[in-house]
Structure formats: C-alpha cells, structure tokens
C-alpha cells in the first residue's frame, strides 16, 4: 500500500518510473508471481500452491520476529520483545485465516492434482521446523527430511546446539527472582521441553505476586498467546487435511490425519500452562 494517493490529474502524474523505484520494483513482483508453477492442468492446484507459498513467507517473518525478540530480550529490551511477540501471534492468526481459503477445496477438486506432488508434504517445510527448534519444541529425528538440503541441515542443527527462546524465558525468570547467581535448569537442547516442576514453582510464584513480577507475568501471559495461536494452527492444519483426504496416508509419507492429531498434545511452554491449576 503506497503511503501517498495517486492523483491522475495532479502535476506529478506526469512523472515517468523509467529512472524511479516503482511499487514493482522495491517488491520485486515480476519475480514473485512468477515462481506458481503447477505440475497439473487442476483449476485448484493454483490454490494449493499459493497457499503454501504465502504461508512460508509468513512463516519467514515469525523466524525474523522470533530472532529479534530473542536479541530484544537477552539485552534487557522487553518492550520491543513484547511488541514481537504480540507480532508473531498475529501472525499465526493470519496464517489460521488462510486455512478458511484451503478448506473451499473439496475432495474431488484435490484428487485431480494430488498424484502431481509426488512426495512432497508440507511435512518437510524447513521453516515450519525452525520455528518449533526456535520456541522450545525439539526432535533431532525431524532433522532427516532435510538430509538431501546440506546447509538447511546445519542451519537446523546449529539451532538445536543453543539454548531455545523458552530456555533463556527460563533463565529470565530464574535470575529475576533469585538474583544473578540463581541455579539454572539445564537447557533442553536436542529434546522436546518436558515440563520442570522447578521451572512452573517459578511461574506459580509470579502468578501469586504478578504486582512484584509484572514484567514476567506479560511475558508469560505474551508466550501463552502466542501458543494458543499456534495450537489453533495445528488444529485447523488437522481439520482441513481431514476434511479434504480424510484418513488416507500423507503425500509425503507419514500417516496423515493420525500424525497430525499426535501433534496436537504437544506443549510448547507445559509449566504456564499446568500452573493455572494451581492456582
């Protein structure tokens, strides 16, 4: 959206973009609605595409939100780590919307290209899986789809040597409450995070006396947004493959609907969200 309206009959409409950045180029458009290319003559393969496609770029500005949110944070700028956090939810929200767009494909329609995709699967996006290694969600196993991609599996695996965003949400809270010199949880660096009842007695602390902890306490409350968002996502994901291919196996190889599901009961901060029964 330009910030200045267009005025045909204005001196400046006279103006020629032959030597000036037009709203094409800055965006580079040419080359982005060139890259749908769909391997069926289907009416609704272009659908398929374009929602995967938006989507990765959306998933491309949660990785940049959630690495600025971490630099943000480690230097003591919690303001603007709010304001990512808050961003990366909003997006997730966006990307919940494009699902509605999807879910107008019915099963017939899918049929007419679903054999054109061979074995690719939404399974094998890498940056889906940067943003779980990211926020705390950590299964070396995931890494193999990306064997075949070298520096996509070192960018991986580098993000599984280094704490996680939780793990330094943790070592905030830790050194808030208990001071420089606070003993720290280990890290869980190439696992899942598993619930630590030292990790969510912390939490019940800040939620007890949010008046002396309240910038940990919106932090908290930040994170489970964003979870919820992200929960939403994986449901809707299940929703709309089930709606579409029911129970059939995943074009990618994995067993489809039930996978996904499985996925479902994954916790990516447990003790925010266990802590509420204590409470």
Known sequence: MSDQAYDPGAEGAKMTFRDAMSYGDYLHLDALLAQQHPQSDAHDEMLFVIQHQTSELWMKLAIHELAAARKAMNAGDMAQMFKMLARVSRIFEQLNSAWDVLRTMTPADYTTFREALGPSSGFQSY???MIEY?????????????EHM???HKMLSDELEKPSFYDDVIRLLFTTIDGPDARLPDPQLRTPHKAVPEVQAKWKQVYEDVGTYWTLYELGEKLVDLEDYFRRW????????ERVIGFKRGTGGTSGVD????MLSTELFPELWQVRGEL
């Open 134 to 146: 990211v926020l705390g969600n950590r299964n070396p196993n995931m890494l193999k789809p990306h």
């Open 150 to 152: 070298p520096e996509v």
């Open 259 to 262: 996978y996904l599901k499985k």
């Open 234 to 241: 994986r449901f809707n994901h299940v929703t709309t493959v």
């Open 127 to 129: 940056q889906y899986r």
